[in-house]
T-cell receptor, first 115, second 115 residues
């Protein structure tokens, strides 16, 4: 029962460093996304993908890069970390299609601190 | 304009009492889904309940019910018989369209259950 798995759970980065947050799901979901959660801001969409080879920007895409080479994996890359990217990051996935009650399944979150 | 508005940053409720968490939404799409998620202090996001825009009856899931008032564009979560384990952040979310995959989240309400 893996669901959505994201790693690492905790990471401290220095300003200017790059890193990749890994995300994998084993539910054959078409749709995957990355959110960041900041106090008082709720969850904001960074990037999303509706299938392998297709990605698009969300509400706060600057400073982040994604790719979707397989259905299962959706890594998030921080190109040059900044203190403003200190946040909790959630990977999520869901079925595409026409079932209105499709919920979104979340990973356990990755706590990132940029110093 | 905000798609999802949660106006209660923090709420307190006595154990065994009922509590209502407010959520209003904004969309011009006649087809949409409304979701509530719970985030305990451990950080994971837990799906609680779903309401579709065409559903005639209010959704219920155990002690959770969704008070759906379509004309007022509100989707309040009611938790009956509160338990200490209900202390958490609660997020309201909306998915526009029957096939849409983007979820819009509110800023959350922190619920504390008092013994």
């Amino acid at each position: 029962n893996a669901g959505v798995t994201q790693t690492p759970k905790f990471q401290v980065l220095k300003t200017g460093q790059s890193m990749t947050l890994q995300c994998a799901q084993d539910m054959n979901h078409e749709y995957m996304s990355w959110y960041r959660q900041d106090p008082g801001m709720g969850l904001r969409l960074i990037h999303y993908s509706v299938g392998a080879g297709i990605t698009d920007q969300g509400e706060v895409p600057n400073g982040y890069n994604v790719s979707r080479s397989t259905t299962e994996d959706f890594p998030l890359r921080l190109l040059s970390a900044a203190p403003s990217q200190t946040s909790v990051y959630f990977c999520a996935s869901s079925f595409g299609g026409q079932y209105p009650g499709n919920t979104i399944y979340f990973g356990e979150g990755s706590w990132l601190t940029v110093v | 304009a905000q798609k999802i508005t949660q106006t209660q940053p923090g709420m307190f409720v006595q154990e065994k009492e009922a509590v209502t968490l407010d959520c209003t939404y904004d969309t011009s799409d006649p087809s949409y889904g409304l979701f509530w998620y719970k985030q305990p202090s451990s950080g994971e996001m837990i799906f609680l309940i779903y309401q579709g825009s065409y559903d005639q009856q209010n959704a219920t899931e155990g002690r959770y019910s969704l008070n759906f008032q379509k004309a007022r564009k509100s989707a309040n979560l009611v938790i009956s018989a509160s338990q200490l384990g209900d202390s958490a952040m609660y997020f309201c979310a909306m998915r526009e369209g029957l096939t849409g995959n983007q979820f819009y989240f509110g800023t959350g309400t922190s619920l504390t259950v008092i013994p």
